[in-house]
């Protein structure tokens, strides 16, 4: 027994590699940065120790969130998934001994009525009750064959554990910090009879990121590093969509795209499965919507923030010629009080209300005026920004956030919110 007085609990791994380590540094801290993007409920280092100490790394990932992903629940296979030797294992392995149990089973997606509707379609002698050890070859055969022929509804989804939209956004903004990120997850889609889950996060700024389009690839949670320009993510976020549309510019912006797929089977292309085929159209589909979603949110949050620095500019450009419209007017105004003909023609009207008055009198100076018009200015602005959140409102919909406190000993009711279809009790703490 090893004593563990900090209660110490985890998995320590240790490696001895001999390798070209300034080349693949950045490489290993760059599939170690992702890892914590996509999982940022864990907690690991790294440690390199080198020959000569102070070449020693030790880098540390925190933990961002308690939360962790939903735990995949157990399925049986979906009946277009298996192939020709998986349904032999699948006979081979089962503890039914009549054939439409073993597809009631051992299959997803099928019932008994269904089950006895394919042994009829099988046509080889086949019954309800025969064994399924006892079926031929041929008989397998054309049994693998109607299952990839039949009609089944769709798997659930159910089994694939993503890592969710809350994870990866916390992810993205403890690694990068970027100014804006957006994130989607959209429903389970199928291909050939395996269900696959796609979840896209777009960000806009943050540190370590490169102007133009950076490309982060997932699949089950495990970064792909290499050989990106094949992949069906990178094909699609370079190809397939249209950023200056969504006010992105591809070029200038600091754009991050992360997109990862959760799948029973991946489907990966060249031996060392570092990138997913781009001709699926399925999955093209699926990673392209995922995209655009999240730059449709994106959309909103540029629109706003460039309206609101339109404002912010237009305010900062009059300010900025206030003081030369004060001189101008205060200039004019001094040489009518001057040139003023003594007695007028017509009844002479109040002081107050004469404009030339005050001025004559120095009790307008080009400091007043400078000054009336910075709040008349500050009132302008203020009123357009107040219109200006009216209209959204009105566009959106009053939106507000309402949390719900469970009822404890440490709480009582408190004063009630009355509306014309309800009566709300507020909870107040003891």
């Known amino acids: 027994m090893i004593d563990n007085p900090d209660r110490w609990h ?69 009946p277009k998934s298996v192939d020709l030797e998986l349904v032999k294992q699948l006979i081979q392995k089962t503890k039914y001994n009549k054939l439409q149990q073993f597809l009631c089973k051992e299959f997803d997606a099928i019932n008994s009525e269904h089950a006895g509707r394919l042994i009829e379609e099988m046509r080889s002698g086949a019954e309800p009750e025969t064994d399924p ?87 089950n949670r495990i970064p792909l590093l290499f050989e990106g320009g094949s992949d069906v993510i990178t094909k699609t976020a370079l190809k397939r969509i249209s950023w200056p549309s969504y006010k992105i510019n591809p070029t200038s912006d600091k754009v991050g795209v992360f997109v990862s797929i959760v799948s029973t089977k991946i489907p990966y292309k060249g031996a060392g499965k570092e990138y ?47 003081p030369n419209a004060a001189r101008a007017v205060f200039t004019v105004l001094e040489s009518m009080a001057e040139s003023r003909a003594v007695g007028p ?40 920004a107040l219109e200006y959140q009216v209209q959204q409102g009105m566009a959106e919909g009053i939106r507000q956030d309402v949390y719900l406190v469970p009822l404890s000993a440490q709480h009582e009711f408190g004063r009630e919110l009355h509306a014309s279809t309800c009566v709300i009790k507020l909870l107040t703490a003891l």
Request: hydrophobic fraction near 40%; charged fraction near 25%; glycine fraction near 4%.
């Open 10 to 78: 985890g998995s320590e791994l240790s490696v001895t590699i001999l390798g070209n380590w300034q080349y693949y540094r950045s490489k290993i801290i760059k599939y170690l940065r992702q890892i914590a993007v996509i999982t940022p409920y864990s907690h690991f280092s790294f440690t390199f120790k080198a020959e000569d100490a102070s070449n020693d790394i030790h880098v540390v990932f925190a933990r961002r969130t308690e939360k962790m992903p939903e735990p995949p629940k157990a399925t049986k296979h979906h």
């Open 345 to 384: 023609k017509r009844k002479r009207m109040q002081d107050d209300d004469d404009i030339l008055a005050p001025v004559k009198q120095m009790q307008t100076s080009e400091d007043t005026l400078i000054a009336r018009l910075t709040e008349h200015v500050a009132k302008i602005d203020s009123d357009m």
């Open 133 to 219: 050890r006892d079926l031929t070859n041929k008989q397998i055969l054309m049994l693998h064959q109607l299952l990839h022929a039949a009609k089944f509804s769709d798997p659930s989804g159910n089994h694939l554990s993503p890592a969710g939209e809350y994870n990866l956004r916390l992810g993205i903004s403890k690694e990068l910090h970027p100014d804006l990120v957006a994130t989607y997850q959209g429903d389970a889609h199928v291909l050939e009879g395996h269900a696959f889950v796609v979840e896209a996060a777009v960000s806009i700024g943050g540190r370590d990121i490169k102007p133009g389009i950076n490309i982060f690839r997932f699949a």
């Open 276 to 322: 997913i085929a781009d001709d699926m159209q399925e999955m093209v589909q699926a990673v392209k919507q995922s995209i655009q979603q999240c730059c449709l949110q994106l959309k909103v949050k540029i629109v706003k923030q460039q309206a609101a620095r339109d404002q912010h500019q237009r305010r900062k450009n009059l300010v900025k010629y206030i």
